[in-house]
């Protein structure tokens, strides 16, 4: 299978409720795209180091590639940058062969020394990416990204990172331990290589704002698939056919509109009058009319929706007021008359059909429990006064929703005061990750099917964690 369509099947297995048709996308100020979808927010950045996004991923997925890539069903790894690879009989290091023919969108060859790069920018401790962690399997990782001095750079050399190229295309990777799913994670796109050229030539130019301005459509260099024509904020992104990338004959579509549409109701119109050929979310509402159509499929995530309490507040540093809360969250409630497309309530942090994983369980719901617990930590009848609770998601009518349903059920089974804030993406992003919330909307996509890519998300200390608790 070529690699954009690779590209695109991948959304329908990792996508949520999806529509997918032939309409044709038209414009009065621009030539129609080949294909045209909506993305659902504007993307925060198109830095594969340090985004965590759906949003950001599409997109990079796109106009990157990695040293492999996953196929459309399997999710198995396949050939992408490196057309082969050995492991050695320990597991423990990982030789891969890059393309010979392997070019950035500039022309540049595309090498192994590009990755030693990027992945040492990746865990490089001022680059500050919350995926740093996802490299740690490799030896001596770790402490090149957390042993830092007082200005916060690494005290560690590179050398002492299991990573380098024996030559311009050989690639030697050493584990610290083997880890079944290191192939997965080289076709994740925090893993992508980016061109040290590009990023080099922007400090140089412009030492104050080098940051954000290598990324710019002008300016950046890729080596996937496409590149990035032009970007209109709060419209789209036109990508357009990278002509140097090694199996360009195999890119069917020339161009590709992504929008930034957070309003389901516009989006689903966009889709309906065809100014758009899929989008990935549809109004709730409108679920009941759309499931008979053969454009519209469920189909589920590999994925977690849940909410992170800020455990560095109180009372959310006592964990049986978050117990509490998290036994009075009407989940059945939610996916009977809120979701209605076959989500399951979750009672634990891993979905299940991950292999044989016994997934820990959280408590199912029990009101009186709950209020013993609230009473327990000093709340409640002849307690104190829960403080009201500030209820955060980012902006979309399906995230409200739900949040409503949460709300009415903590005011009226716990007798908690509960407001709702809601931000646009990436005020939202901030907001959780300097720890501004009181309890944040969240959710997770697997980025491999291992049940690691669930657990790992709380790691003490964990870039991604987001609420200031460890265990």
């Known amino acids: 299978m070529n690699p954009i369509v690779r590209q695109i099947v991948s959304f329908v297995i990792l996508g949520g409720l999806l529509l997918v048709a032939v309409a044709v996308s038209t414009s009065a100020r621009m030539d129609r795209a080949d294909m045209v979808f909506n993305n659902g927010a504007e993307v925060s950045s198109l830095d594969p180091a340090t985004v965590t996004g759906v949003p950001e991923g599409r997109v990079l997925r796109a106009i990157f590639e990695g040293l492999t890539v996953k196929h459309p069903k399997t999710l ?6 490196a057309e082969r690879w050995e492991i050695s009989e320990d597991a423990l290091t990982y030789t891969f062969h890059i393309r010979k023919n392997g070019k950035w969108s500039n022309g540049d060859p595309l090498t192994a020394h590009d990755f030693v790069y990027s992945w040492e920018r990746f865990l490089n401790p001022t680059t500050g990416a919350e995926y ?10 770790r402490a090149y990204t957390e042993d830092i001095d007082s200005e916060g750079k690494t005290k560690r050399s590179f050398d002492e990172v299991g990573i380098r190229a024996l030559d311009d295309h050989t690639l030697e990777v050493q584990l610290q331990d083997p880890t079944p799913f290191f192939l997965a994670l ?30 710019r459509p002008e300016n950046l260099v890729t080596n996937g698939p496409y590149s990035v024509a032009f970007r209109r904020i709060n419209d789209r992104l036109r990508l357009v056919k990278n002509e140097n990338y090694w199996d360009a004959d195999n890119v069917a579509l020339r161009t590709i509109d992504v929008l930034a549409v957070e309003n389901y109701n516009t989006g689903l119109n966009l889709y309906l009058t065809g100014s758009t050929h899929w989008i990935d979310r549809v109004p ?3 679920i009941d009319a759309l499931l008979p159509r053969e454009d519209f499929n469920p189909s589920p995530y590999l994925g977690s929706y849940f909410y992170r309490v800020n455990v560095t507040r109180p009372p959310f540093n006592d964990v049986r007021v978050r117990r509490a809360l998290c036994l009075a969250i009407p989940r059945i409630q939610i996916v009977k ?17 991950m292999g044989a994983y016994q997934n820990a369980s959280f408590p199912k719901g029990n009101i009186e429990e709950a209020k013993r617990l609230l009473e327990e930590a000093g709340y409640g009848a002849g307690g104190r006064e ?18 409503e349903v949460i709300q009415d059920g903590w005011q009226k089974k716990l007798g908690i005061k509960v407001k709702l804030l809601n931000q646009e993406w990436k005020v939202y992003l901030d907001t959780q990750r300097n720890l501004e919330f009181d309890v944040s909307r969240s959710g997770w996509i697997g ?15 964990g870039e991604n964690n987001k609420t200031g608790w460890g265990n």
């Open 337 to 353: 008359n809120v979701t209605q497309s076959g989500q399951l309530p979750a009672y634990g942090l891993v979905p299940p059909g």
């Open 132 to 141: 740093a962690y996802q490299l740690w399997f490799v030896k001596g990782a």
């Open 284 to 286: 709730l509402t409108q």
């Open 76 to 81: 198995a790894p396949e050939p992408g940058v």
């Open 186 to 215: 080289t076709a994740f796109y925090p893993l992508f290589p980016v061109n040290r050229r590009n990023i080099e030539e922007a400090k140089e130019k412009w030492p104050d704002d080098w940051s954000t301005k290598w990324m």
């Open 447 to 461: 980025d491999y099917a291992d049940p690691n890519t669930f657990i790992d998300l709380f790691v003490t200390g």
């Open 386 to 403: 829960l403080p009201t609770i500030e209820l955060h998601y980012n902006t979309s009518e399906a995230h409200k929703d739900i949040a």
